[in-house]
């Protein structure tokens, strides 16, 4: 069936820097305006290099009832960005000798279960090792629309017992935030608000961040949507943020996110000990209150990464920094289903020196026509010779990705295996067309595309590991 293109309406706001190379900015916004073209992005976004700011852009509709655009000052939800803040004010009373690492969470919060806190330590709960269970059963069966205190939420976590032993595994942990959240309290005698305004909002001027209540009237906020099959914009079904106090629960705007990234390249907040320590890679790829990769610039240097990814009913970000070049990427956006990673893949790739194309045309003419049919017509300029207007392999790729993002497998198969079909010998084409299978619920063809993709290279370790969680959970 053919899918409608989602129609891409509201305004397009790119400011330019002095000092830098026009080119790069224009780059930068031929990428993200692609996105907003194509119906995948409306939002807002930062790109900083050096501590200079080099390109802002705002895309689209802060409020589409009444037609207002997205600026650079909208504030957006910014999700899981937050769990980064409290990782901060931990390591802050870490500096100030008031808790340490490794002490058992208990010392600090009494009103968690003895049983286990004696067990897990602030470590633990910082980098997503603590055998906590992330998610409530309670959020889930009302929906996430119930407002929540922090004690009632330490109240929840004393309901699971452990799912596996502390510092063994690592397993994402809204809950292990919200209990650090308490413990900020807890040692400060102060509201987990007026600890982060305290700590890090009024000491790197940002105004325009705070924690997210749906009851009180906030200037320039933006409103959340859920993009629907047919394309079209619907408001987001209301999330309360209470049940992220200390997870992600927060408000901001791409400007007070650079500020924030200022504030953490230098020694304002955290001493180098405790700087060091966030952005340390632990088991799972976890830092404290990041994600931790590294990454490779175009003229191969290589680096530390720090990632963060946020997500909540109507919006989406992300937060990338590249700590031993000094790059910032901040994504804001108010559409739930934007392809974050793809669109933030583009825009930091481009800062790195790499050459990046805005999307493809496969991308295009599978939005237009169908993905189905847009692969019968490549496979055709094919058979007829036409192998010089084929779209390169990554493209193909990538445009299957981006079909994967917005939940649509059997879109992402019929891209990914026309990918397997002009580059039968890749195994990186078959690895991406067995994510796609297993994404669709296809277990048995995603094993089959694993098996070829590890036949062709035997050291994939991402064929290998998804063939593992794939044969654990048919055996089961």
């Known amino acids: 069936m053919t899918m409608a293109r989602w129609t891409a309406i509201g305004s397009v706001l790119l400011l330019s820097m002095p000092g830098h190379a026009a080119g790069l900015e224009d780059r930068l916004d031929a990428i993200v ?21 080099i390109y802002r852009g705002a895309f689209g509709l802060a409020n589409a009832e009444w037609q207002v655009p997205n600026t650079t000052e909208t504030r957006f939800a910014i999700a899981s960005l937050g769990k980064a803040f409290t990782a901060a004010m ?3 009373l870490v500096d100030e000798g008031r808790i340490a690492l490794e002490d058992p969470i208990t010392a600090h919060l009494p009103s968690y279960r003895r049983d286990l806190g004696s067990r897990i330590t602030i470590h633990h709960l910082l980098s997503h090792t603590a055998g906590i269970r992330g998610v409530p059963q309670d959020w889930i069966d009302h929906d996430y629309r119930k407002a929540y205190t922090l004690d009632q939420l330490v109240a929840l976590a004393n309901e699971s017992e452990l799912e596996f032993e502390p510092g063994t595994k690592y397993q994402y942990c809204n809950s292990c935030y919200n209990l650090l959240g308490a413990t900020i309290e807890a040692v400060t005698g102060r509201a987990y608000a007026d600890e982060l305004r305290r700590r890090i909002l009024e000491p790197l001027g ?3 961040t705070g924690l997210v209540d749906h009851r009180v009237v906030l200037e320039q906020r933006a409103s959340g949507y859920d993009r629907l099959a047919d394309g079209t914009l619907a408001n987001a079904d209301l999330q309360d943020q209470s049940f992220a106090v200390g997870a992600g629960g927060m ?4 400007d007070d996110l650079y500020r924030w990234d200022r504030g953490l390249a230098g020694d304002e907040l955290l001493s180098p000990k405790s700087r060091a320590a966030m952005f340390t890679r632990g088991l799972g790829g976890s830092g404290y209150g990041w994600g931790i990769g590294s990454y490779t610039t175009h003229g191969g240097e290589q680096g530390t990464m720090a990632l963060g990814f946020g997500g909540t009913k109507g ?9 031993d070049h000094d ?16 669109l933030g893949n583009d825009l930091w790739n481009s800062v790195l020196g790499f050459p990046v194309r805005p999307l493809s045309e496969l991308y295009d003419l599978a939005m237009s026509q169908g993905a189905e049919s847009a692969a019968q017509a490549y496979r055709a300029r094919q058979n007829r010779g036409g192998e010089d207007e084929l779209p390169k392999e990554a493209d193909i790729n990538r445009a299957g990705y ?12 019929a891209v990914l295996a026309l990918n397997v079909a002009l580059h039968p010998e890749s195994a990186n084409a078959h690895d991406s067309l067995g994510e796609a299978y297993a994404a669709h619920g296809a277990a048995t063809r995603a094993i089959a595309s694993y098996d070829k993709a590890l036949a062709l290279n035997p050291e994939m370790a991402s064929a290998k590991a998804a063939l593992t969680r794939l044969r654990e959970a048919t055996s089961d």
Do not use: C, K, W
């Open 315 to 323: 919006f989406a970000s992300v937060l990338a920094r590249f700590l």
């Open 206 to 208: 940002m105004a325009d």
């Open 251 to 254: 408000y901001s705007t791409i």
């Open 327 to 342: 790059h910032l990427v901040v994504i804001l956006g108010n559409v739930r289903q934007i392809p974050q990673s793809a």
């Open 33 to 53: 305006r692609s996105y907003h073209d194509a119906g995948l992005f409306q939002g807002a976004v930062l790109v900083a290099s050096g501590g200079e700011v």
């Open 402 to 413: 981006l079909f994967l993002s917005l939940g649509r497998t059997a879109d992402a198969i």
């Open 90 to 92: 931990v390591l802050q």
